[in-house]
């Protein structure tokens, strides 16, 4: 039974950046959770296997795959589903090798960013207590790589994804707009007078590529980047802040 889970967040790519607290609960870990093929991509399970192994742990590894969402479903219907099955399969996995003790989970960037690990773990029969130690995400790679602030003085900043974007357009009195999960470009639906962009790919990794300016001056440079960038690389992640004024 899994009574207490740890999820650790793991940064964006690099694996410098696993917190000091990240590596001491790797250590303490009797189990960690490892997502095994699925839509884990080769490079990113390695990556994670990487930074297990330089923290010192000697957890031991309970492997689960990733179910397939159903397509037929209707979106919340098809996503809860699925997350009850992701559960199943931690448990299952957990169940498989039997070790007591915390068992800890490496999330990608921060666990309250854009995942849904929290949920799923909610999930869980067992009802574990759940520790969240914090990890560097895609925006705080961002800004950093182009070593800007994410807000302007007393400014708000909004986060969104690529698809609320692209079905929303800018949103109605946005200064600084952050998106994430955009697999098309959904900038070239904006009118790019007055905007800038700060985009990044692979942020935190040594594959790491950037490109700033007026929206308008490098809408297609980027769109050319990523689809070059992606195509070497079989997959991409891209993150990008954009900045009115
Ligand atoms: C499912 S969300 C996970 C976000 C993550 N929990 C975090 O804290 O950044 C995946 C999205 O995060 C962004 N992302 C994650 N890693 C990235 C990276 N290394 N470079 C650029 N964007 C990244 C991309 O927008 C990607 O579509």
């Known amino acids: 039974m899994i009574r207490d889970l740890w999820l650790v967040g793991i940064g964006t790519g690099s694996p410098s950046h696993l917190t000091l607290e990240g590596v001491q609960a790797l250590r303490e870990a009797a189990v960690v959770l490892m997502p095994h093929k699925g839509d884990e991509k080769d490079a990113l399970a390695a990556l994670r296997r990487r930074i297990l192994e330089a923290s010192g742990s000697l957890a031991r590894v309970a492997p689960f795959d990733y179910p397939e969402r159903d397509p037929a479903l209707p979106y919340a219907e098809r996503v809860a589903l699925w997350h009850d099955e992701i559960a199943r399969r931690w448990k ?98 904006l009118d790019p007078e007055g905007l800038t962009i700060w985009w990044g790919a692979y942020l935190g990794s040594g594959d790491q590529i950037l490109c700033m300016g007026p929206l308008a001056e490098v809408s297609d440079e980027i769109a050319r980047m990523r689809a070059e960038a992606r195509e070497r690389h079989g997959w991409i992640m891209d993150t990008y802040l954009l900045r009115r004024g």
């Open 92 to 189: 299952a996995a957990h169940d498989a090798v039997g070790a007591p003790g915390p068992v800890a989970l490496m999330v990608w960037g921060d666990p309250s960013l854009y995942d849904s690990t929290l949920r799923i773990a909610a999930r869980l029969p067992s009802k574990p207590r759940v520790r969240v130690v914090p990890g560097i995400t895609a925006i705080q790679a961002l800004t950093a790589a182009h070593a800007i602030p994410l807000n302007t003085i007393n400014g708000e900043v909004r986060i969104t994804t690529g698809r609320r974007l692209r079905d929303g357009g800018w949103p109605e009195g946005a200064e600084t707009l952050v998106v994430m999960l955009d697999g098309e470009c959904s900038f070239r639906g």
